[in-house]
């Protein structure tokens, strides 16, 4: 459970601007340039190839870059705010409103971009992007607000806990439309995980769960290409044909990629063979480049920020703080272990980005933006730390 927030701290408000990098967690801080550096190399390993018909066999990296860009905008305006702004209902409420209508857009036809059986995708311009991954973080910050205030007891199953899973439930249902099982359930999860965090009774969050298994395994039974592609997984080859081809492909990049790898960009299974090898399958190219190490090493600096992001929310005596930096992090964390869990066949297939390295500037810039929150967070909390007189005595 969470500490309660020092009055002094809670009460401060706005503060002078500082050198904020000197406070930001450096374990953080560095995992997340590592994170985003690796994925640029992995990006550009699994496109060069498909992106050459595009004319420039860079063009996946630029159109990452230009979003790295914009991510890094949005970094700097994020990092040089106090956080504590964004606990205001205006901010909260507005991003949430915001993103149930671009979901409703998405869902209407001629105005939702169809691709692949699948209409995720709105149009503005020249530039695409996905609702979705703005309404995962709006969902985040609603709870961490919710979450933190006096009088919401989330203890009380009718009276708190269920109130609370009432827009992350009408984001998980708009994005179910898509349909898009995989990033509507990270949406639950990470709702579960914040309220856990806040104190809820097991038993709840038990009934919680069952509940939700009961309404995905009804999804995941409904129709029959859904049917298909669960019992797919299973045995991909005896579907190598149809639903199984995909996660084949990647299951024998991961076999020729053995223990160390055949080299960065000489894996042959995204030449035509593997499906969205810039996507969402980009940790087979990991696999098949890098090998056995190489996947394990990014495990370890995924495992690594998922360490120093949980730290930050432990450390943080704002609840409204903590509640947050818990929820960017378990975001992160779900989003990269659903991932590999899809790529390498412990789960069906379903369309889940690797954060960091698969392709999307719209992604990576919304998620740059959630990782200067967190180091904003960690900074602040730092800081209050070294500005508190030293106690009596010492």
């Known amino acids: 459970m969470l500490r309660p ?13 500082y050198n904020i ?10 995992c997340f340039i590592a994170l985003l550096a690796c994925g640029l190399l992995v990006l550009y390993a699994a496109s060069f190839y498909n992106a050459q018909d595009r004319g420039s066999a860079l063009s996946e990296v630029i159109s990452q870059m230009m979003g790295v860009a914009a991510g890094a905008i949005l970094m700097l305006f994020l990092l040089h705010i106090d956080y504590r702004m964004l606990a205001k209902p205006q901010i909260s409420t507005t991003l949430l409103l915001v993103s149930i209508v671009l979901l409703i857009l998405v869902a209407i036809p001629g105005i939702g971009k169809m691709l692949n059986g699948s209409r995720r995708w709105l149009r503005i311009g020249p530039v695409s992007f996905q609702p979705s991954e703005l309404a995962k973080y709006a969902s985040i910050l609603h709870l961490a607000r919710l979450l933190s205030r006096k009088n919401h007891d989330v203890t009380r199953l009718f009276r708190g806990l269920i109130p609370a899973f009432l827009f992350p439930g009408v984001l998980f249902l708009l994005i179910l439309l898509q349909p898009n099982l995989s990033t509507a359930g990270s949406i639950l999860i990470v709702s579960a995980v914040m309220v856990m965090i806040a104190g809820a009774k097991w038993r709840h969050l038990g009934l919680i769960g069952a509940s ?7 999804y995941a039974l409904s129709e029959p290409y859904r049917r298909a592609r669960l019992m797919s997984f299973r045995n991909p080859f005896a579907y190598l044909s149809n639903e199984g081809y ?6 024998l990049a991961f076999g020729s990629g053995g223990l160390f790898g055949m080299g ?10 593997l499906p969205y090898p810039e996507s969402d399958f980009i940790f087979a190219v990991v696999g098949e480049d890098l090998g056995l190490v190489g996947c394990l090493m990014v495990l370890a600096l995924f495992m690594a920020f998922v360490f120093f992001g949980l730290r930050v929310a432990i450390r943080c005596s704002d609840r409204f703080g903590s509640l947050l930096a818990g929820g960017i992090t378990a975001m992160i964390g779900v989003q990269a272990v659903l991932n590999v869990a899809v790529v390498i066949g412990m789960m069906p297939t379903t369309g889940l980005p690797l954060p960091f390295f698969s392709s999307g500037g719209t992604s990576v810039s919304i998620l740059m933006g959630a990782t200067a929150i967190l180091m904003n967070i960690s900074a602040a909390e730092k800081r209050a730390r070294a500005m508190s007189p030293a106690p009596e005595g010492a």
Request: aromatic share 8%; hydrophobic share 40%; proline share 2%.
């Open 5 to 17: 927030v020092r009055g002094a701290k809670a009460a401060a408000g706005p503060q002078k601007r």
């Open 21 to 30: 990098l000197r406070y930001v967690d450096r374990g953080l801080l560095i």
């Open 212 to 218: 939700g298994l009961v309404l995905g395994g009804y």
């Open 246 to 251: 995909q996660l084949s492909q990647s299951l």
């Open 264 to 273: 960065l960009g000489k894996g042959r299974q995204k030449y035509a063979f």
